[in-house]
């Protein structure tokens, strides 16, 4: 398998390329290699898989789990395109607060890597678009938490979101105390 790397101004976390095999009848794409991976540096073991489908103007975000089911996440778009959000929550850390954006497309087969500490979201661009998350840990409904987003540095190209109420109601940035 191969895989480019781009590391981000947040330390450990990484956008990934990976090599699509394209011919007559479309691509063969292969998201996930243990042995391709920890060769970059990426040795989780990743015990659950999700996806999301969501239409044009949805927000999902900022979430996390919180000690001691935190887990490290893998990211992908497989149809669409959205801007993907990843927020450093990890104190003491020099870029704690900092956001980054990544534009993620089912044709530039590229992914996310993010590391336990980092709150995730994202918002969709295109019609509509399926989100695959990898986790390193199980989903844990008394673990799972939130940012209010409106509370970060992000910029989403609309004002009118499709937001779900539980994301609305997250505690703001300013408010907010680090398990991390």
């Avoid at 996806?51 to 789990?65: E, L, N, P, Y």
């Avoid at 395109?81 to 956001?99: A, H, N, P, Q, W």
């Avoid at 986790?135 to 004002?159: A, F, R, T």
Wanted: hydrophobic share 40%; with cysteine.
């Amino acid at each position: 398998m191969e895989i480019k790397t781009k590391n981000t101004q947040l330390d450990g976390v990484l956008e990934l390329f990976i090599k699509s095999f394209d011919d007559d009848r479309g691509s063969f794409v292969k998201t996930y290699h243990k042995k391709a991976f920890s060769e970059i540096g990426i040795t989780e073991t990743f015990v659950e898989e999700f996806f999301t489908i969501s239409k044009k103007g949805v927000f999902r975000g900022m979430h996390f789990q919180i000690p001691p089911y935190d887990h490290s996440k893998l990211v992908y778009c497989t149809f669409g395109e959205v801007i993907d959000f990843v927020v450093d929550l990890r104190k003491g850390s020099k870029t704690y607060g900092s956001t980054i954006q990544f534009l993620l497309s089912a044709d530039k087969y590229n992914m996310v890597y993010i590391p336990k500490g980092f709150a995730h979201g994202f918002y969709v661009l295109s019609d509509f678009a399926t989100m695959v998350y990898k986790v390193s840990s199980l989903h844990s409904m008394e673990h799972d938490n939130g940012i209010l987003w409106s509370s970060l540095s992000i910029n989403l190209p609309d004002d009118n979101l499709i937001i779900s109420n539980r994301d609305k109601s997250f505690v703001s940035f300013a408010d907010f105390v680090s398990p991390f």
